[in-house]
């Protein structure tokens, strides 16, 4: 396996940190991947790892406000933003490959918006635990004061609030994603804002997806609702379309104890596609 990094300049001109894990040998395809809010593209090295041993490149870039790229932390001018940020990991994978779209969380829900949106060149895309509901239930009065100030201070940041033992069983992964110092849990008034509109409307205009489609959702996710993937299944326009509730597991189901699974599931689809 080779590892490189660097910096890739996004549209608007703000340094945004890649990196890429290539196999040994000729590549089958390239997975491009998006992670999720608060953490960074160096938490899946074990997942190229994986990918990398069936023969396939994996290319990821921190989003903005996150892991090692600019911006101010858990923060997105919009949600326009987010998918021009998309583009520009995109063209760092060659179009005489395969490619695939692969994202977790925030990342799962920006890429099925980018799917909607955007319809790039793209063999398939790859969604687990996408944001498209939270499980917490917002408070109207909330949802208001959000939209306001997300207009009149953008940046403004609190406390996620999120629990790391809610991401997976796996004490260890836990404790490293406790002690890692690029991990953060700040959300900006208009991401928060940007993040519930997207999957709102990536619900609203399911039909409009057509790619090939892998979507995975643990059946145990206190941070996303498998109920809104399971709907948006069930809408979208895909003919080469699959949905996996995994049982028993927790948020990352790539981190679980269960993950020699996922993965193997995951890149059996991805190499029958290339």
Same mark, same amino acid.
């Given at each position: ?85 998309? *583009? /520009? =990991?995109? +063209?760092? %994978?060659?179009?005489? #490959? !395969?490619?695939? $779209? @692969? ?5 799962? &829900? ?90 709102? *409307? /990536? =619900?609203? +205009?399911? %039909?409009?997806?057509? #790619? !090939?489609?892998? $979507? @995975? ?5 206190? &941070? ?51």
């Amino acid at each position: 396996m080779h590892h490189t990094q660097d910096y890739l300049t996004a549209s608007d001109g703000l340094s945004l940190f890649w990196q890429a894990w290539e196999p040994e040998g000729t590549a089958r395809g390239t997975v491009c991947l998006v992670h999720g809010l608060g953490e960074h593209s160096g938490r899946y090295a074990h997942v190229a790892a994986a990918f990398t041993a069936a023969g396939l490149s994996l290319h990821a870039i921190d989003l903005r406000g996150h892991g090692q790229s600019e911006g101010p932390r858990g923060h997105t001018p919009s949600l326009a933003q987010w998918l021009d940020d998309i *583009d /520009t =990991l995109l +063209k760092g %994978a060659t179009l005489e #490959l !395969p490619r695939f $779209l @692969y994202g977790h969380s925030l990342g799962g &829900l920006l890429i099925l918006s980018y799917g909607i949106h955007r319809r790039s060149q793209l063999t398939g895309i790859i969604s687990t635990g996408p944001v498209l509901r939270i499980s917490a239930e917002v408070p109207p009065l909330k949802a208001v004061l959000g939209k306001i100030l997300a207009g009149l201070w953008p940046t403004f940041s609190l406390r996620s609030g999120l629990v790391a033992a809610d991401l997976s069983r796996d004490q260890d992964v836990v404790q490293a994603y406790i002690d890692d110092p690029l991990v953060h849990d700040l959300v900006s008034s208009r991401l928060f804002v940007e993040m519930i509109a997207a999957g709102q *409307d /990536t =619900l609203e +205009k399911a %039909a409009d997806f057509q #790619l !090939p489609v892998l $979507l @995975y959702h643990a059946q145990i996710d206190r &941070l996303t609702d498998h109920t809104a993937t399971e709907e948006f299944y069930a809408k979208i326009g895909s003919v080469d379309k699959t949905l996996h509730i995994w049982p028993n597991l927790y948020h990352e189901v790539h981190n679980e104890p269960e993950k020699d699974q996922v993965l193997a599931e995951m890149i059996e689809w991805i190499i029958t596609r290339c």
